[in-house]
C-alpha cells in the first residue's frame, strides 16, 4: 500500500527513505527542487511544494495507506506560507492525513502531534539511533 513522506528533504527525511524496506509504491512531499529532481530519479513519486500547505498534503496523501509527517520541515529555515507557527503545520497535515483517509501516521518529532483520526498513530523521537530502523519497523508492521 502506498506511503507518503512528508518533509523527505530533511536529514530525517533522507535517513528514513534510506531505511525504509517497503517494496509498495513510496511519495514524498518535499519543498527543495534539487531534492525533489534526485527523488524522481530513484522512482519515488514526488510532490514540490510548501509543507504548510495542507490542502496539496493532502491531494499528495489521498490514496495511501500510511504517512510519515517529519516535524523537522515545519520547523526549519524553509519558506511556510500558509501557516504562521509549526503548530499550525501540525494542525494542517493533521487535517490532510484525516481527510485523506490515511489509517497509519508516524510523527517523527519531539513535540506531541495533534489527533489526527487515524486508527494507528505513532510518534518516533528523531534524536534516537535507530530512527529510520523504527519508522521502517512501524511501516512493516502488521499493526502498531
Not at 511556510?80 to 489509517?103: I, N
Amino acid at each position: 500500500m502506498p506511503m507518503i513522506v512528508v518533509g523527505a528533504d530533511t536529514p530525517t527525511g533522507r535517513l528514513i527513505l534510506d531505511g525504509l524496506s517497503r517494496q509498495g509504491e513510496v511519495r514524498v512531499f518535499v519543498t527543495d527542487i534539487d531534492s525533489a529532481q534526485s527523488l524522481r530519479e530513484s522512482g519515488v513519486k514526488v510532490a514540490l511544494g510548501d509543507v504548510s500547505d495542507d490542502s496539496h498534503v493532502e491531494m499528495a496523501s489521498f490514496g495511501c495507506f500510511s504517512a510519515v509527517l517529519i516535524m523537522e520541515a515545519a520547523t526549519d529555515d524553509r519558506v511556510r506560507s500558509f501557516a504562521r507557527d509549526p503548530a499550525a503545520v501540525f494542525e494542517g497535515w493533521a487535517r490532510a492525513v484525516s481527510t485523506a483517509h490515511v489509517q497509519r501516521v508516524i510523527w517523527v518529532g519531539d513535540r506531541t502531534p495533534p489527533e489526527t483520526g487515524a486508527p494507528e498513530v505513532a510518534v518516533v523521537d528523531p534524536a534516537s539511533r535507530d530512527v529510520a530502523a523504527q519508522v521502517a519497523a512501524l511501516d512493516d508492521a502488521q499493526r502498531i
